[in-house]
């Protein structure tokens, strides 16, 4: 991937964690670092998918980058994670797994259906698991200063 292409999809990302605050209503003094969660961990997807070639690791960190920013945003700014976690994750939602699971199903494709779905379901996971870790270790760092 050249350095252009690069940038171009981080700030795409960007424009598009943006876009989708705006559409939920998020205040306009969230909106910048909104944008800069969402177009961080995707930066993050992309270098580790590239040096890697394992989109399993890729979503796992740059869910951990997205997560710690939104609890770091959060508390600066004194606004809900939610803000920043549901708005930043938005790039790295498996969202052409699942198209391709629904495409190959309708077409009666059981054997590329079953590889979409365990795939978009492992992306998931690896989302979901990495937003825990992150989420607990927050938690249990607030617990002990108060």
């Known amino acids: 991937m050249s350095p252009l292409e690069l940038i171009l999809q981080v700030v795409s990302a960007f424009v598009g964690v943006v876009t989708l605050a705006v559409v939920f209503q998020v205040p306009k003094q969230y909106l910048w670092p909104a944008g800069?969660?969402?177009?961080?961990?995707?930066?993050?997807?992309?270098?580790?998918?590239?040096s890697l070639g394992n989109d399993m690791f890729a979503a796992f960190f740059a869910t951990v980058l997205v997560a710690v920013l939104s609890q770091?945003?959060?508390?600066?700014l004194k606004a809900p994670v939610t803000i920043y976690l549901v708005t930043g994750i938005?790039?790295?939602v498996?969202?052409?797994?699942?198209?391709?699971?629904?495409?190959?199903?309708?077409?009666?494709?059981?054997?590329?259906?079953?590889y979409y779905l365990s795939?978009?379901?492992?992306?998931?996971?690896?989302?979901?698991?990495?937003i825990f870790i992150v989420d607990s270790i927050f938690k249990r760092i607030y617990r002990k200063r108060t």
């Not at 800069?36 to 590239?50: F, H, P």
């Not at 190959?104 to 259906?113: I, V």
């Open 36 to 50: 800069v969660t969402g177009a961080a961990g995707w930066l993050v997807y992309l270098v580790i998918k590239e």
């Open 119 to 130: 795939y978009t379901l492992q992306i998931a996971g690896m989302i979901a698991l990495a």
């Open 90 to 92: 938005l790039p790295l």
């Open 94 to 114: 498996p969202g052409v797994g699942m198209y391709r699971t629904v495409y190959y199903l309708l077409h009666s494709d059981m054997a590329q259906t079953s």
């Open 72 to 76: 770091i945003f959060a508390r600066v």
